[in-house]
T-cell receptor, first 116, second 115 residues
């Protein structure tokens, strides 16, 4: 089956620093990738949709200057949390949509971000 | 627009008992429906999906779900629970094949399985 990887799986950083999270589709090409945020014991909240070669589309209330998304290739999207603060601590999950089978999103294993 | 309601944030069953997780949806267009499972500190794994055709869909790990348009429901069932089924389950909906549509998730149901 389709595999999506994320790196790192967990990261701890100091307040004010920036953190980059990578999302890769390993065995398929993903024209569209999605970034979600999940707070403890809550559902996934879509942050933004990333299309290869174009600007990301952010959901209402998500700061595009704080959460920078780049989708440089058909297999890689990155999320950079800039000037991270403790309230940015969360579980970030990416997913990728296989353009050949667009009905399904395949999810990465998630990245646990802790900002001290 | 689409929305999902999952009744019951927690469901407890005994090992070997029937599992029933409820999901009701709202959609302004014919929906595509999904069930995902999430184990602690992991991403989501697709259990099954309904797009078109047969309304009873079978997924992995012995789970199945039935799309009932008249009831706007897509409940997840498994005849006999196993300890390894303990996890968080999310129902999700998106608009049908009418161009790009984002997934909308329910709030999740935690399944607890006791020996």
């Amino acid at each position: 089956g389709a595999v999506v990887s994320q790196h790192p799986s967990r990261v701890i950083c100091k307040s004010g620093t920036s953190v980059k999270i990578e999302c890769r589709s390993l065995d398929f090409q993903a024209t569209t990738m999605f970034w979600y945020r999940q707070f403890p014991k809550q559902s996934l909240m879509l942050m933004a949709t990333s299309n290869e070669g174009s600007k990301a589309t952010y959901e209402q209330g998500v700061e595009k200057d704080k959460f920078l998304i780049n989708h440089a290739s058909l297999t890689l999207s990155t999320l950079t949390v800039t000037s991270a603060h403790p309230e940015d601590s969360s579980f970030y999950i990416c997913s990728a949509r296989d353009y050949q089978g667009p009905d399904t999103q395949y999810f990465g294993p998630g990245t646990r971000l802790t900002v001290l | 627009a689409q929305s999902v309601t999952q009744l019951g944030s927690h469901v407890s069953v005994s090992e070997g008992a029937l599992v029933l997780l409820r999901c009701n949806y709202s959609s302004s267009v014919p929906p595509y429906l999904f069930w995902y499972v999430q184990y602690p500190n992991q991403g989501l794994q697709l259990l099954l999906k309904y797009t078109t055709g047969a309304t009873l869909v079978k997924g992995i790990n012995g789970f199945e779900a039935e799309f009932k348009k008249s009831e706007t429901s897509f409940h997840l069932t498994k005849p006999s629970a196993h300890m390894s089924d303990a996890a968080e389950y999310f129902c999700a909906v998106r608009g049908g094949n009418t161009g790009f549509q984002k997934l909308v998730f329910g709030t999740g149901t935690r399944l607890l399985v006791s020996p």
